[in-house]
Each structure stands twice: as C-alpha cells, then as structure tokens.
C-alpha cells in the first residue's frame, strides 16, 4: 500500500560499497556509521508508516565539516543521500525511497548563541523543537512556531519544510523570521549565510533557496532565528459554532476584536473531535452536553492580564449575542488550556490510532474551505471517515481521509480529484507539509511550467548529479 510505488530507482546513482562504509568510518568514527537493523527499519520508515526505504546505512555528522566531507564523498561516488531530522514529515519526503544513505542530524543539537537584547537565536540543526523551547523559556523568550510534533521535530527539519503550524498567524512563517542558515551543497562546499542581522539587502537573499525545499538543495546545518519575548498572559478558548459560515465570520471578528493579541486561530469539525474523543486516553469532549458541528481554538497573548481578558471576554460575549458561537469554553487555568490544545494538536495521532489515513494539506481561500471536506463526504460516503480541520486564521485545511487500510480503489476516489479541485480554486496542493515523494509528480497542479522549469535549473547548478534527495519533490519527468 506504499504510494510512490510507481517510482524507479535511478541508474545514475551508484551501489554502496565495503569500501564506502570504511571511508565514512575514517571520516566519522565507528559509532557514528550505523549499520544495525533495528536502527534502520525506524529510519527507513515514515511517521504515518505509508513510505519505506531499503537503506543500508545511516550517518550520524557531529559538525558542518563532517557534514562536508560527507557529502564531497557521495557526490564523487554518485551516491544519493536522504537527509533525515526528527523523521516526523508528513509527504514522504524524511526517508528514502531505495537505497538511499541517509544523513541523520540528531547529533547536531547544541545552542550557539542567544542575544537576550535581539531575541536572535542560532543553533545547529537538530536541535528538538522542543528543547530550544523549553531553552528560550529560561531565557523569557518563545519559539516563532510551534506544531504538535515539537518533542521530535528539528529545527533543521523545520526550516526544510518551511513549516507552519499553531502560531503562523501571528508571527509568519519562516522565511519571516529565520535570519539565516549554514547549509552543505551537494558537493560538499559550505555556504556560510548565517548572519544575524534583522536587515540585509546585499544581493540575492540565496537562504530563502533552503527555507522549504526538502532537503533538495543542501543540507541545512545552522539556523538563526528570530523570537519573540515571552509574554505574560496567554488565554485558549474552545468554542462551538453550528456551522462553517460562522467560524468564517469569528475568523474575521477576532481579527478585528481581538487584533494584536490573537495568536491562533484554530479549527477542527466534528468528525474530528470524536475521533480525537474515541481514540486518544484522556481526551475529553469539554461540551459533553451535545454535539457540534465545529469548534475553534483561540489563543490570545499579550502584556497585561487585565485588560487582554477583558478583551476576549467582550470578544466572547459578542460572538454568543450575534450567535456566531453557539457554546464556548474559557480556560481557567494553564492545565484546562493544555487539555483544549491536546485536542487540537492530538488529531493526527488519534487519526493513526484509527487505522490508515489519506492526509491533504491544501490553501483555499477560506470562503470555499470547507467545501472540500463536504464533497469529499459524498463522493466517498460511507466507505471512508473524511474529517476536516486545520489553520483556519491561514486559509488552511488539512483534509484527512481515514480508512482502516490502505486501499487503491479509495485513493483512485480522492485524486486526482482533490487536486483539480484545489487547483480550480487556484489554492495549494501543499500549504505547509511540502511535496516530498507524496506530491513530486502533482506540482503542476500549483506551479506553473515554467516555474517548474526554474525550480529545476536550480537544482541543476546546486546538485547537478541529483544526490540530494532523488525522487522528492519535482516531477520524475523533469529529473531523473
Ligand atoms: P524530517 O521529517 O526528518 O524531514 C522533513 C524534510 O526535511 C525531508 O525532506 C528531509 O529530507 C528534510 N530535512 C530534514 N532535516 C534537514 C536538514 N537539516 N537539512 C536539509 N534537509 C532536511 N508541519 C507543519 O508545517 N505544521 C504543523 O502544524 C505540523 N504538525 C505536525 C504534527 C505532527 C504530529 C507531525 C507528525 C507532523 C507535523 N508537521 C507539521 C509536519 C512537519 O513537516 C514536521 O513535523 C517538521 O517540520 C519536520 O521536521 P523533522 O525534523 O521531523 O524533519
Ligand atoms: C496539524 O496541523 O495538526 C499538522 O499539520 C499535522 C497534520 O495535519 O496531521
Ligand atoms: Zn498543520
């Protein structure tokens, strides 16, 4: 049931050798050349265990040089490269598709530096989402971004995907607040670019070529990013709606109301809750008096307690008496907001709990987003669970298919119809997950020729033997 299936593996590219793995044992160390199976069959498979490698050997740099001479290697043997963080993306594109050698870089977490002055952080790529949180916490700073995978994801992996997640809508997105990056070129040579300036306009802004491109490029080894102090009221309200005309009108309100202090704006249906409710421990529907169609999330962060509560108390208040929310909860304290976000963050665990799932990460405009979740509904009926939620405040929807396994008859019901649809609407096959293996071939449904066409000129000057993550993200046709 692995998609990609129709994929070949690439002549160009060399078999790996004995004398191979000597040399990366020269390089490396021994215990930094890992070769057992246990470590490899976790390595070699994806989050959502749709996509499965045969790699024979995982690399674990400890520094840039290493990560150079890592890569000067392969390019002059012709061997492809995988290069994986925390192994959470959702497309395919964190593990190899044959046998790729994939290039780890867990070993890579220490903090550089951190201006107190600035908020300009820098570290090395695998640093845990997570870890640089909890390290800007001591600091009274927090993360631009913050997604449900933060106890595995890297930062490096981040950067890769350029991903989105809980707090987009205040902050922006990466290529906002990342200052600068240190990345290896397919050929080993290091582009030194990790400045830590706000402004800096001396020519091409070449860092933004490895904010998003999936480990395409080079492989990302430094980051330097903005972040922003921390806070000292944060709010989460949960909150109903009877259907999606009315999340669209508090999306708007709360821009307006709730201005400088909203920071999510998040929403899942009902399908959604229940299967958050059914199959994650401790999960618990807080309107267990009825049953909704939606529900948004919304944090509020601001300066002073008072009048921010004020504020969404005024902001609620107005939203029952123009019945844009039929029910809502107000966290009272930092454990019931946490239960409210586990709901939210919780769904795409509950959705593997649940068996198998077709996942689409599209951008709509939000007038006709959810639109695709009830024609989904009917074109499937009752052979598959199709659930809806996502960053509502961003005009994104995570589509999500559920079935107990996968199923060539279901997926032939979903694409290409899905993508036509996104595409008709002019929206984005990828919001924020990336193309990766899953979408390689489907890019013309948001990128022109011709822009496709630049993007693989590109890759031809970066890495033109094609080591650099074969067979993701631009179409087979176009680089094999
Ligand atoms: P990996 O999965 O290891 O790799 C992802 C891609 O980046 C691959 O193509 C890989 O080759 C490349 N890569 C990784 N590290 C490097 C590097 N140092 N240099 C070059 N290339 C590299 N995404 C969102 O945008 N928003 C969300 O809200 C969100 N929530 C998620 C919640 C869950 C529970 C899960 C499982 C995933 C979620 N994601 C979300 C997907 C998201 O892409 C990843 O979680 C994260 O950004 C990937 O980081 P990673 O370290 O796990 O990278
Ligand atoms: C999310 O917003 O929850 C993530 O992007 C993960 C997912 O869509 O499953
Ligand atoms: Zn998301």
Redesign the pocket.
Known sequence: GSMGGAVQRSSRFSELNDDDVRYFEEILGKKNVVQDEDKLSVANI???HKYKGSSKLILQPCNTDQVSQILKYCNSRCLAV??????????G??VPVFDEVIVS?SSMNNIISFDKVSGILVCE??CI?ENIMSFLDNEGFIMP?????KG???????????????RLVRYGSLHGNVLGVE?VLANGTVLDMLKTLRKDNTGYDLKHL?IG????L????KVSILTPPKLSSVNVALLACKDYSCCQKLLQEAKRKLGEILSAFEFLDGQSMDLVTNHLEGARNPFSTSHHNFYVLIETTGSDESSDKQKLEAFLLGSMENELIADGVLAQDINQASTFWRIR?GI??ALMKAGAVYKY?VSIPVENLYNLVEEMRSRLGDAANVIGYG?LGDGNLHLNVSVSQYDEKILSQIEPFVYEWTSKKRGSIS????V?LMKANEIFYSQSHETVQMMASIKNLMDPNHIL?PY??LPHSITS
Request: hydrophobic share 35%; aromatic share 4%; glycine share 22%.
């Open positions: 994806d989050w959502m995988v290069p994986q963080g925390g192994n959470t993306g959702l497309v594109g964190s870089l790529a695998g989402l971004l913050d997604l449900g995978a595995s994801c890297q930062i490096g992996g981040n950067v890769s995907t350029n991903a989105g997640g809980l990345a490895f491109s999936e480990g395409s080079g492989i990302v080894t963050e795409s665990e990460d960053h919001a924020e997950h990336g990766g993550n993701k993200v």
